[in-house]
């Protein structure tokens, strides 16, 4: 049985398993192959756990936690400093980011021909290591934004700032099913029809984050292709390809 699964706590939904569940019985492997959740309160047991996978995706909030019990990272993952896919060869595991290429390719298609923009990141986790790299690579100005210094804070958020980036990307897991009435605090009635508003949270579809700049009239992304275009370069490492 090949064995695939999704590391993290709390794991209350998870795209994951339908996802690769589904792909496991389009491609025909359903009987040897299986996808499913590791809802780990800590880190304790991950090296047994790797030692019984072929693949797993890792999520919040681990990205960084696990990577001292990988053997190997590979290049962008080492660049990035976090990683959420690790793959299992012939006893050795190896750590890869893919959220990097996910969250890349849905911004070029988000912002199309609109790239002369800055941007600001909101919260400062594993899931934001990508997600800055990426901006960093389309040449793309960021501010983070987090809870405490040395950062900028959400309370030293002006209007002038807002205005100053076009661009505000969530990488919290605020507004994130169950916990749907929640959202970073930034001063929303400045966003504008020029803002484009992207949250790596897919579920609700539309968070209150994106939900908020709409009424502004922003442009706004949920994270759902940017989970779908993970979860396939996830696949082909996993599969050689």
Known sequence: MNRYGLIGYPLSHSFSPGYFNEKFEKLGIVESHTYDLFPLENLND???????????????????????????????????????????????????????????????????????????????????????????DLGINYTPVSRRKPYLTYEELTTDIINQHRLIINTTPLGMYPNIDKCPKIPYDAISKKHFLYDVVYNPEKSLFLELGEKQGAEIKNGHQMLILQAEKSWQIWNNK
């Open 46 to 136: 991950l090296s047994e756990l790797i030692d019984l996978m072929q693949g797993l995706n890792v999520t919040i909030p681990y990205k960084e936690e696990v990577i001292p019990f990988i053997d190997e990272l590979s290049p962008e993952a080492e660049k990035i400093g976090a990683v959420n896919c690790i793959k299992v060869e012939n006893g050795k595991s190896k750590g890869y980011n893919t959220d990097y290429h996910g969250f890349k390719t849905s911004l070029i298609d988000f912002l199309a021909k609109d790239k002369n923009l800055s941007a600001l990141v909101l919260g400062q986790g594993g899931a934001s290591l990508a997600i800055k790299a990426a901006l960093e």
